[in-house]
């Protein structure tokens, strides 16, 4: 059953500190996302990658984050320094540009859940 | 800029009761638009993706319809169960050669056995 994996699950760190969070997409899919989520702006995108290449991070606090993807089965998302207001739920979603009645279904994973105090 | 609203924010139903969940967007330039689940403490789970070209997606209880020139696409859960508590996200990801996927904020449904 291919999903997507995201490590860790939970993080709860100190306020400058460095957070890397890392993501397997499904094998295949050359589209991946990362959002973050927060009760207070719902799901936002942070960065978009097609075939490893970042298409658009306009939605990612430059001077803190950053978003990579050193091979096909990873990406990376980093917040240095890590800042209180960074606590949220960070996701990371894969799909493929194929055609047909299922192409471009977006699947995601279960989410790496950072608390920053 | 895409946006995406969803009405209600929260929704209240005896078990049983067939419920619509509305999306609507601004911009109709859209590629597809897919519906999805999320659990308390869970990731999004797709349910439903409607291609621009087509009306309407059945899986099961679920019907989902799209009007792209309207700007609107309904989620019809029928019969509805328990089990099906949880938020429900529209999705819509715009045509063009990127194809960015913006959400809308979600309906948060509770079914009462």
């Known amino acids: 059953d291919a999903r997507v994996t995201q490590t860790p699950r939970h993080k709860v760190t100190e306020m400058g500190q460095e957070v890397t969070m890392r993501c397997q997409p499904i094998?295949?899919?050359?589209?991946v996302f990362w959002y973050r989520q927060t009760m207070m702006q719902g799901l936002e995108l942070l960065a978009y990658?097609?075939?490893?290449?970042?298409?658009?991070d306009s939605g990612m606090p430059k001077d803190r984050f950053s978003a990579e993807m050193p091979d096909a089965t990873l990406a990376t998302l980093k917040i240095q320094p890590s800042e209180p207001r960074d606590s949220a739920v960070y996701f990371c979603?894969?799909?493929?540009?194929?055609?047909?009645?299922?192409?471009?279904?977006?699947?995601f994973g279960e989410g790496s859940w950072l608390t920053v105090v | 800029k895409q946006e995406v609203t969803q009405i209600p924010a929260a929704l209240s139903v005896p078990e049983g009761e067939n419920l619509v969940l509305n999306c609507s967007f601004t911009?109709?330039?859209?590629?597809?638009l897919q519906w999805f689940r999320q659990d308390p403490g869970k990731g999004l789970t797709s349910l439903l993706l409607?291609?621009?070209?087509?009306r309407e997606q059945t899986s099961g209880r679920l019907n989902a319809s799209l009007d792209k020139s309207s700007g609107r696409s309904t989620l019809y859960i029928a019969a509805s169960q328990p089990g099906d508590s949880a938020t429900y996200l529209c999705?819509?990801?715009?045509?063009?050669?990127?194809?960015?996927?913006?959400f809308g904020t979600g309906t948060k449904l509770q079914v009462i056995p």
């Open positions: 979603a894969s799909g493929s540009r194929t055609g047909g009645l299922s192409g471009n279904t977006i699947y």
């Open positions: 094998l295949g899919h050359n589209t």
């Open positions: 990658f097609r075939n490893r290449a970042p298409l658009d």
């Open positions: 911009d109709s330039a859209i590629y597809n």
């Open positions: 409607i291609q621009s070209s087509q």
């Open positions: 999705a819509v990801m715009n045509s063009g050669g990127y194809q960015k996927v913006t």
